[in-house]
């Protein structure tokens, strides 16, 4: 096992062993959902009104709200959908936000990779994707999150960076 191997995985010499460094570092250090999602999601019953939800979310300033069926997320209703499914189709304001909603609600874990997560929003066309363990809401990343991640330094940035300071000898 090899010094960096050592670092990034510790004491579990069996699993070091069976990877190479590349693929330790990946799995290792690779960003996960959870390190970047948004934890205090906003939430609404699916038996409430556009009104209420459209309320809801001007008073706590943001621009979706996931539906929940019971403590079940099943779907998500955004700004985008206000001005297509309401306002557009003179949908009355008392009618269920359920009706409104986007669905079936595409999910992603939090121990998933950054990159899984993008994939999955491109591939579904979708700006905000809602994490779910054992069917519970936990968080949510939306695409300002990939900014805020691909403004950090990378693993590799950081490592060249030390070396160009501490140059062997």
Not at 107 to 126: D, F
């Given at each position: 096992?090899?010094?960096?191997?050592?670092?990034?995985?510790?004491?579990?010499?069996?699993?070091?062993?069976?990877?190479?460094?590349?693929e330790?570092?990946?799995?290792?250090?690779?960003?996960?959902?959870?390190?970047?999602?948004?934890k205090?999601?906003?939430?609404?019953?699916?038996?409430?009104?556009?009104?209420?939800?459209?309320?809801?979310?001007?008073?706590?300033?943001?621009?979706?709200?996931?539906?929940?069926?019971?403590?079940?997320?099943?779907?998500?209703?955004?700004?985008?959908?206000?001005?297509?499914?309401?306002?557009?189709?003179?949908t009355?304001?008392?009618?269920?936000?359920?009706?409104?909603?986007?669905?079936?609600?595409?999910?992603?874990?939090?121990?998933?990779?950054?990159?899984?997560?993008?994939?999955?929003?491109?591939?579904?066309?979708?700006?905000?994707?809602?994490?779910?363990?054992?069917?519970?809401?936990?968080?949510?990343?939306?695409?300002s999150?990939?900014?805020?991640?691909?403004?950090?330094?990378?693993?590799?940035?950081?490592?060249?960076?030390?070396?160009?300071?501490?140059?062997?000898?």
């Amino acid at each position: 096992m090899s010094e960096l191997q050592a670092a990034v995985w510790g004491e579990n010499e069996t699993e070091a062993n069976l990877l190479s460094t590349e693929e330790y570092i990946f799995l290792k250090v690779m960003p996960k959902v959870k390190d970047f999602m948004t934890k205090g999601v906003l939430i609404i019953n699916a038996e409430k009104t556009v009104f209420e939800a459209a309320e809801l979310m001007s008073q706590k300033e943001v621009g979706d709200v996931v539906v929940l069926k019971g403590e079940i997320p099943r779907g998500i209703v955004t700004e985008r959908d206000f001005v297509r499914r309401v306002v557009a189709k003179k949908t009355a304001l008392d009618t269920k936000i359920s009706d409104v909603m986007s669905k079936p609600l595409i999910t992603i874990g939090p121990e998933a990779s950054l990159k899984e997560a993008a994939r999955k929003m491109v591939n579904s066309g979708i700006r905000r994707l809602p994490v779910v363990e054992q069917h519970k809401l936990v968080g949510i990343i939306v695409v300002s999150d990939f900014a805020r991640h691909m403004s950090k330094k990378t693993l590799t940035e950081g490592i060249l960076e030390a070396i160009w300071r501490h140059p062997m000898t």
